[in-house]
């Protein structure tokens, strides 16, 4: 218990900062200002108390019993600029007995005993910004005191007179006071350093601990008040006792607290080098994968399209028998599977890699997907299919690679004519988007459909069905990952609606062709 907001500040830390020079200007003057405006207040402390009677002692056995509060302080996060201590409720108990002037004075000699011990402990380089931060530390206090005392006066607080209940209303506003003003110029310095709102800071960092802080200033600066008042030293002790056990259990709480964060920490550290480490490999092995597709695709592309080639020769220079003719269609017709697939791992190279480039021009939609059906036309007669066309004869061009148009259109058709049964119907269908940016195109059919659990990895590589109704049709897996790969390559998007049993749509934009862009 009893936070203090002493040590709550954001005075730039060595550590956290690096550099003096990167502490904006504005700061350093708002915090010489203070600074300066604290001295001035301390100066006027001490000689109010010099001009009248005062109990010096008194004084300075809580300016000792404050600056042993403020050296055991502790940190309430690590790298948060609160710290906990039970100095506030000290000062706020000699605001009680003393008045503001005593309680300035107080915060302020207090501040300055725990300075110098922590300069003593201090390495050389680090002591020119402790000192810097323990002199705002310092006036941040003694004003917050000064102005809590003010207030306890104004509203008729008596000081050193702790027999009445009347006091009570005065001491509520002086700690609410003191905690408010002493937040106030705080999140002055981590608005100016950080260019947050002064607002936004305060709610972040300080609004969650003002009603604490209130309560335990209050609490515990009116029992040490009402002890020394009623029972001198011995009062104090006795009244300081539960409170500095308080506190201690507190900052073993607040201990073990920053230990498990460390713990986390380091967990985390551990994990994310492991992450780390285990994608610096998967990008090794993705090189060497996309390598070893360059090699193999480039060194059987040749040797494939000089066989085909020696077949045509063959078949054209005569003198061969039937059956011979038939052979030299079977190596060609296996050569071109060859070739195709070479292909389509060399397109999942590129889209996989990011490099597949098309060339977008003006492309009639009618014609390609007349190509498309004419190079489809033998399976889907094979397995006599219906196709029909539904086309608006005003369908403008589309904005397309017209060769990787064609390889979208045929993928998709000849699927649908390879998963529908015979006497199946295929429906091509095409038009314009609303906005006239778009067009979108379908390729329906009646066919096996795809099973729900599958429809959202239809696109992934490699996704084939081994079904009782795809026993006997060829295929890779890969047309539908090549086809999105190409669609969105021109700025398009791919989708599918399927019931299984039922057939299958696979609809795709591409951008229509607009001789004005
Ligand atoms: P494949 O070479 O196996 O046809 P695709 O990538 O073109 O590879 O298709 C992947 C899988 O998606 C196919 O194996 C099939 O199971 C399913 N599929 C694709 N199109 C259809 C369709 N029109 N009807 C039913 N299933 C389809």
Redesign the pocket.
């Known amino acids: 218990m009893l936070p203090s907001q002493g040590e709550r500040t954001a005075w730039p830390r060595p550590t956290s900062l690096g550099t003096e020079g990167a502490v904006p200007r504005r700061l350093h003057a708002y915090t010489n200002a203070i600074i300066i405006v604290g001295i001035a207040a301390t100066v006027w402390s001490l000689w109010s108390l010099l001009t009248k009677p005062t109990n010096w002692l008194g004084l300075l056995l809580f300016v000792l019993v404050a600056a042993l509060a403020e050296l055991t302080g502790t940190d309430l996060l690590p790298g948060s600029p609160a710290t906990v201590s039970f100095s506030s409720a000290i000062y706020f108990a000699s605001l009680l007995v003393f008045g503001p002037f005593g309680a300035t004075l107080t915060a302020v000699s207090s501040g300055l005993a725990a300075t110098l011990v922590t300069i003593i402990r201090t390495e050389g380089p680090t002591r020119t910004p402790v000192i810097q931060r323990a002199l705002f530390n310092m006036s941040v206090y003694g004003l917050s005191c000064l102005a809590g005392g003010v207030v306890y006066r104004v509203t008729g607080g008596t000081v050193g007179d702790m027999s009445s209940a009347r006091i009570l209303l005065p001491a509520i506003l002086a700690s609410i006071t003191l905690d408010t003003l002493n937040a106030l110029l705080i999140v002055l310095t981590v608005s100016l350093q950080t260019a947050q709102s002064a607002f936004s800071v305060w709610l972040q960092n300080f609004a969650w601990a003002a009603p604490i802080n209130i309560v335990a200033i209050a609490v515990g600066g009116g029992a040490l008040a009402f002890g020394y008042a009623r029972l001198g030293m011995l009062g104090l002790g006795i009244f300081l006792l539960p409170i500095l056990t308080t506190s201690i259990s507190f900052q073993r709480y607040v201990g073990r607290t920053q230990d498990q964060m460390r713990r986390l920490e380091d967990i985390i550290a551990e994990r994310t080098a492991q992450l780390r480490a285990a994608n610096e490999e998967l990008t090794r092995l993705d090189q060497h994968k996309t390598q070893f597709y360059s090699i193999i695709n480039h060194e059987m592309r040749t040797p494939l399209t000089s066989v085909m080639g020696y077949c045509d020769l063959l078949r054209a220079s005569g003198g061969l028998t039937d059956r011979q003719l038939g052979h030299v269609q079977v190596l060609k017709s296996n050569a071109q599977r060859l070739l195709d697939l070479v292909n389509n791992l060399l397109d999942i190279s590129r889209i996989e890699a990011g490099r597949m480039t098309v060339s977008q021009e003006p492309a009639d939609l009618s014609e390609s997907i007349a190509d498309a059906l004419s190079v489809v036309q033998p399976l889907a007669a094979q397995k006599r299919l219906d196709i029909r066309l539904d086309l608006p004869s005003d369908l403008p061009p589309a904005h397309a690679d017209k060769k990787r148009l064609s390889q979208v259109l045929i993928?998709l058709l000849s699927?649908?004519i390879?998963?529908t049964p015979e006497g199946g119907q295929v429906t091509v269908r095409s038009a314009l988007d609303q906005d006239g940016s778009m067009l979108l195109t379908s390729v329906a059919?009646t066919?096996?459909?795809?099973p729900q659990d599958r429809l959202s990895r239809?696109f992934d590589r490699f996704?084939?069905?081994e079904s009782e109704q795809?026993r006997g049709t060829v295929?890779?897996?890969?047309?539908?990952?090549i086809t999105k790969g190409l669609v969105e390559a021109h700025g398009g998007r791919i989708w599918v609606q399927s019931q299984e049993g039922a057939g299958?749509t696979f609809f795709f934009t591409l951008p229509a062709y607009r001789p004005d862009r």
């Open positions: 993928n699927n649908a390879k998963y059919d066919g096996i459909g795809i239809i996704s084939r069905e795809t295929g890779t897996g890969l047309g539908l990952t299958s």
